[in-house]
């Protein structure tokens, strides 16, 4: 299998984020993608090639222009404001309730605009990595186009919480939904997602909420009880064209393991195949783990063997996106269990 990885992206690498009320190091960092490089070597069935460059256009497929610019922007602003000691991050908020809708002139006001949350700090060197992250995912996305059946895009900064015009839970750039909509645009008719991330990828929600063509399914914690907490329901369903293609799957917090976890894929791939998928996106956030740090399944390596298995007996062809993950010690074996598993997958 080809795996597309960029060595830009280390160029990414912020210094804290707030966890439980404390400055904490950030759990997204570039030794993550070391660790899967390592995994995929040892392996020896995979082959790594550096991405095409795409420059911002398909960006705008789905994002804002505003925000793009924003992005791109944002460092420099900062910089001239308050220098290049702390990374770039946002302290105050614009709300659904009771705040007006306009962007601020002002640097702080715009990270605040443009943020969800605290946790996608910008740093002098941020956009070179984003960029490549998503030059990774459209790169696989031509391979797939030119007839592989698989291919891996190994993206960080990851992309599934980033929404059209808002960045959060590490994410900026969406690079699922790129390369989803790159799909599409190539001619493939109709394209599934499945995000199967411990967390629920609202991005990509956002991104297709109102349309047909794109299936989006998520498997991921309860937002009652977890992050992102106010998205990720079972009641949203899509609205207009949108409606019966929208499907998430919360499943229990602490309790969730291939029990409570198999019979959530198996109503995952039975939607995608009622759906009639030409290519198949997997948002692969492997921080369903058991040992992950800051997420509660209960998932260990055999389980992930086993989805790898499931998603390739639906026999479409697979982009995979790298999303989550932060068990680092296991992150790599953990991920190639999944590509293992898909490739030796019983036609
Ligand atoms: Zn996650």
């Not at 420099?76 to 709300?95: K, L, Q, T």
């Not at 009771?98 to 640097?107: E, G, N, Q, W």
């Not at 009641?235 to 976890?261: H, I, R, S």
Request: a negative charge; glycine letters at 8%.
């Amino acid at each position: 299998m080809k795996v597309i990885y960029s060595e830009k992206q280390r160029l990414h690498r912020v210094k804290y984020e707030f966890l439980s009320g404390e400055p904490t190091a950030c759990f997204e960092k570039p030794e993550r993608a070391d660790m899967v490089l390592n995994a995929i070597d040892q392996h020896g069935g995979f082959s790594v090639i550096a991405p095409n460059s795409y420059g911002t256009e398909p960006m705008q497929w789905v994002h804002t222009a505003d925000y793009v610019e924003f992005l791109q922007s944002a460092w420099s602003e900062w910089e001239a404001r308050f220098g290049s000691e702390h990374d770039a991050s946002p302290y105050c908020f614009i709300s659904p309730r009771h705040l007006r809708h306009r962007i601020p002139k002002d640097i702080e006001g715009k990270l605040g605009y443009y943020s969800f949350d605290m946790t996608a700090a910008i740093t002098k060197t941020s956009w070179e990595a984003i960029q490549s992250a998503t030059d990774c995912a459209l790169t696989a996305a031509d391979l797939i186009m030119q007839g592989e059946q698989a291919v891996f895009a190994l993206c960080r900064p990851p992309g599934h919480h980033a929404a059209p015009d808002l960045m959060g839970g590490y994410c900026y750039i969406n690079n699922a939904a790129i390369a989803a909509e790159s799909l599409r645009r190539q001619g493939k008719g109709k394209v599934a997602i499945l995000d199967v991330d411990y967390h629920h990828g609202n991005g990509t929600q956002s991104i297709f909420y109102e349309r047909d063509d794109v299936l989006f399914v998520s498997i991921h914690g309860d937002p009652d009880y977890d992050y992102p907490h106010y998205i990720g329901f079972a009641d949203e369903v899509g609205e207009g064209a949108g409606e019966g293609y929208n499907l998430n799957l919360p499943l229990p917090q602490g309790k969730t393991d291939w029990t409570l976890y198999g019979p959530a894929l198996q109503t995952a791939l039975e939607k995608i195949q009622q759906f009639g998928a030409d290519a198949l996106v997997i948002s692969l956030g492997m921080d369903t783990y058991e040992h992950d740090p800051i997420s509660y399944f209960k998932l260990n390596r055999d389980n992930y063997a086993e989805i790898g298995r499931q998603l390739g007996q639906l026999q479409l062809p697979t982009l995979f996106v790298f999303e989550g993950g932060y068990a680092v010690d296991d992150l790599g074996h953990n991920t190639v269990a999944v590509l293992d598993g898909y490739m030796n997958s019983p036609a």
